[in-house]
């Protein structure tokens, strides 16, 4: 695959551009990964000094500052001013470009916004042969997704869009797959005989902050589990993925969705923390919930009758992304004078704020009893959850061409289909105090064992 050889972002101004992309355009530069032109749209009406300012900045308070590396960036940004209403900004971009056979577009502007600058850019002739990358939020619901879609497709053929959930990026994601087709030993039990439930919790202990309007537009469902935490149901319950290529991995995770019967409100509980209807820009009455808990299935031979319980919030009692599998318990009482009952084991993936791995077993109690306790063994010596910065990665991909770690069209069409019964109101909303694990009612989907909160009974 040929890589691109200039890379114009829109919305050089935003705040996405400040905090995430300028930063991993100058690590990129920093490793001597580009060398390409960069050409900043916005329609802020900046000098070019002021934009050079506004990236100093940016390296200053998101970045690693560094003299060298900023000058090299410097020299690669060109600086389109414009509004995108206007088709005059597109041949200004074009002028840009000059020779350039191969751009990439990052559209880091509004969705309502992709339209118009996609026409605009193939009336001037700045799509062919071109790639396009677009952010989260892919769509409200499936027939906004497939809007969406349309709209990109005017220009850009799927094989050349690549949507960035920067979940797909983190150094702890990418490890939680390798993990599962590394080791000989976890395919044998990696089915519906031996594991008994699979729990995926995201937990935030902030609220929105300054966050509210635009919460309220989106709920814990379509802001992480429609996106990020099927990305990682999908890479639990995967077929190892086959061929050289890069569409394999991307294959088996629409595979797992396709198998998803799509989610019954009587399997959901969505919650609200308390005090939720005081930030700024949300409702006096609003049912936004900003917890959610729900039972999923994957119908396949491999997870037939394996319940995925996926819980995610904000204002719990920890900040941490955890996948728990909790294996089927083996035979009790068989051992001559064995007593009491043994916990199961279990396997944790911590993926963050820590990254580590961890495995539960039983062993015999000190004492005269054929009686024992649980331990687990733990593998701490992980990589940091940091590692390489997922825009940096996925940036540098983008580039490149290789779209094995971006979404494809259809794995967000299934995804809608996934949670499309419980969208909205589906589902009452219950209140929960800040600080806890969410409503009680939650607990009444998981039955015996409960959930799994992370921080708790770990090694």
């Known amino acids: 695959m040929e890589s691109s050889d200039a890379l114009v972002f829109f919305g050089a101004t935003g705040n ?49 500052f560094n003299q060298d590396t900023f000058d ?85 053929d799927e094989s050349s869009v690549f949507r960035i959930d920067h979940y797909l990026g983190k150094e702890a994601i990418l490890g939680l797959s390798y993990f599962r087709f590394a080791n000989t030993f976890l395919e044998p039990i990696w089915n519906r005989l031996y594991i008994n439930s699979v729990q995926i919790t995201m937990a935030e202990d902030f609220g929105v902050e300054s966050r509210g309007a635009f919460y309220e ?37 629409v595979k797992v969705l396709r198998a998803m019967p799509p989610i019954l409100p009587a399997d959901v509980v969505r919650g609200q923390y308390e005090g939720y209807r005081n930030e700024t820009g949300v409702k006096p009455d609003s049912t936004t919930e900003t917890f959610v808990a729900l039972k999923a299935q994957v119908d ?67 004492g005269e009893e054929m009686a024992g306790r649980e331990v687990e063994l733990s593998f701490n010596d992980m990589p940091s959850a940091d590692g390489l910065d997922p825009y940096e990665r996925l940036l540098g991909d983008a580039i490149d061409g290789d779209t094995t770690l971006f979404t494809r069209e259809d794995f967000v069409d299934e995804a809608w289909k996934v949670v499309a019964n419980v969208l909205g109101d589906a589902t009452a909303v219950h209140p929960y105090f800040r600080g806890s694990w969410g409503p009680e009612a939650s607990d009444r989907l998981i039955g015996e064992g409960g959930w799994h909160n992370p921080n708790e009974n770990d090694a």
């Not at 009406?45 to 990236?55: A, I, K, N, S, Y």
């Not at 389109?80 to 971009?93: E, H, Q």
């Not at 890479?235 to 086959?242: F, I, L």
């Not at 050289?244 to 995770?253: A, C, N, Q, Y």
């Open 300 to 366: 396949t031979w491999r997870w037939s009758g394996v319940p995925f319980y996926i819980r995610a919030g904000k204002g719990l009692a920890t900040t941490a992304m955890e996948v728990y599998v909790e294996l089927r318990n083996p035979p009790t009482g068989v051992q001559l004078g064995q007593v009491g009952v043994m916990a199961s084991n279990s396997l944790r993936f911590r993926l963050s704020p820590d990254v580590s791995i961890s495995l539960s077993a039983n062993v015999k109690a000190p």
């Open 16 to 64: 996405l551009a400040h905090k995430k992309i300028f930063p991993a355009l100058a690590a990129l530069v920093s490793r001597d990964q580009l060398n390409i032109p960069i050409i900043a749209v916005s329609r802020s009406g900046d000098t070019r000094e002021q934009l050079l300012e506004r990236v100093r900045n940016s390296l200053t308070e998101h970045g690693d």
């Open 217 to 253: 537009e989106v709920g814990a469902i379509r802001d992480v589990v429609q996106n990020h935490m099927l990305q990682v149901l999908a890479m639990v319950a995967m077929e190892p993925p086959s061929g050289r290529g890069t569409e394999g991995l991307r294959d088996e995770k």
């Open 72 to 156: 090299k960036l410097s020299g690669l940004i060109r600086q389109v001013d414009g509004d995108y209403a206007d088709i005059n900004t597109f041949r200004k971009l074009k002028d840009e470009l000059k020779d350039a056979k191969r751009p990439i577009h990052y559209l880091a502007i509004p969705p309502s916004l992709f339209e118009t600058v996609i026409d605009s850019l193939a009336e001037v002739g700045c799509a062919a042969n071109a790639r396009v990358i677009v952010e989260k939020p892919f769509g409200r619901d499936l027939a906004s997704a497939r809007e969406l879609n349309a709209a990109l497709h005017k220009a850009f």
